[in-house]
């Protein structure tokens, strides 16, 4: 079985299906990219695997049955999330922000802050602001770095580069690879921006409409003439 695997999820409001029969499995060590466009059911399926949502089917994390438990639960097996809308607290500084998500790793929460400001080191500088003060892509930093204040071995980053310009797109592409190759963090992530995606995964899901529509390595889908279409207007 993978590290993360995911079978035959299905996620529905009222009589609307988002996610049918979605299966996936991502292998420890690995980066792996959803990508589709808005409303295709990216956010979704990372909500379900935190356990944020009520579904069907099934979600392995190393051999542990998500679908029995609460998200307290999934975190306490070293989960984390780093959402699209990054759900920081407005009027708390930098630091209050990082910290809370220290909760589960209180004993290392120093070791952690100093592995944050290494990577981001602009929140060191920014440390006693307040979260509402900060530029979209700072933002972002304080949403991943807070995410890895809980000694995550999945990170799961939704839309990480929306919105934001092409220089920090690279910055936290920088990071994420950092973060997997010498920290041996596994991560998922849901991406729009497929270049962004091609670059930094080993292997991509497209999803749209709620299902899994293809699959393949990066030089795989580069091939594909519907991707070459849909998604680069060739």
């Given at each position: 079985?993978?590290?993360?695997?995911?079978?035959?999820?299905?996620?529905?409001?009222?009589?609307?299906?988002?996610?049918?029969?979605?299966?996936?499995?991502?292998?420890?060590?690995?980066?792996?990219?959803?990508?589709?466009?808005?409303?295709?059911?990216?956010?979704?399926?990372?909500?379900?695997?935190?356990?944020?949502?009520?579904?069907?089917?099934?979600?392995?994390?190393?051999?542990?049955?998500?679908?029995?438990?609460?998200?307290?639960?999934?975190?306490?097996?070293?989960?984390?999330?780093?959402?699209?809308?990054?759900?920081?607290?407005?009027?708390?500084?930098?630091?209050?922000?990082?910290?809370?998500?220290?909760?589960?790793?209180?004993?290392?929460?120093?070791?952690?802050?100093?592995?944050?400001?290494?990577?981001?080191?602009?929140?060191?500088?920014?440390?006693?602001?307040?979260?509402?003060?900060?530029?979209?892509?700072?933002?972002?930093?304080?949403?991943?770095?807070?995410?890895?204040?809980?000694?995550?071995?999945?990170?799961?980053?939704?839309?990480?580069?929306?919105?934001?310009?092409?220089?920090?797109?690279?910055?936290?592409?920088?990071?994420?690879?950092?973060?997997?190759q010498t920290k041996g963090i596994t991560?998922?992530?849901?991406?729009?921006?497929?270049?962004?995606?091609?670059?930094?995964?080993?292997?991509?899901?497209?999803?749209?409409?709620?299902?899994?529509?293809?699959?393949?390595?990066?030089?795989?889908?580069?091939?594909?003439?519907?991707?070459?279409?849909?998604?680069?207007?060739?």
């Amino acid at each position: 079985m993978a590290f993360l695997e995911v079978n035959e999820l299905g996620v529905s409001y009222g009589k609307a299906c988002c996610l049918h029969k979605i299966s996936l499995s991502v292998e420890k060590g690995a980066i792996i990219a959803i990508i589709g466009p808005n409303g295709a059911g990216k956010s979704t399926l990372l909500d379900s695997i935190i356990g944020l949502n009520d579904s069907s089917g099934q979600i392995f994390f190393d051999g542990n049955d998500l679908s029995q438990l609460s998200s307290t639960d999934i975190v306490r097996l070293k989960i984390a999330y780093a959402p699209e809308a990054r759900n920081l607290f407005p009027y708390m500084s930098v630091i209050d922000n990082l910290l809370i998500g220290a909760y589960r790793a209180k004993r290392d929460k120093g070791k952690n802050l100093e592995m944050v400001f290494d990577l981001f080191p602009v929140l060191k500088r920014r440390y006693n602001q307040d979260a509402r003060t900060l530029s979209g892509g700072e933002q972002q930093m304080v949403s991943l770095g807070r995410a890895l204040m809980s000694n995550p071995e999945l990170l799961l980053v939704d839309e990480p580069t929306i919105g934001l310009a092409p220089l920090i797109c690279t910055e936290i592409s920088r990071v994420l690879k950092v973060l997997n190759q010498t920290k041996g963090i596994t991560i998922l992530i849901t991406e729009q921006n497929v270049n962004f995606a091609l670059t930094i995964a080993q292997e991509i899901y497209l999803m749209e409409t709620g299902t899994i529509k293809m699959k393949g390595t990066p030089d795989e889908l580069k091939q594909k003439k519907y991707i070459q279409e849909a998604y680069f207007g060739h």
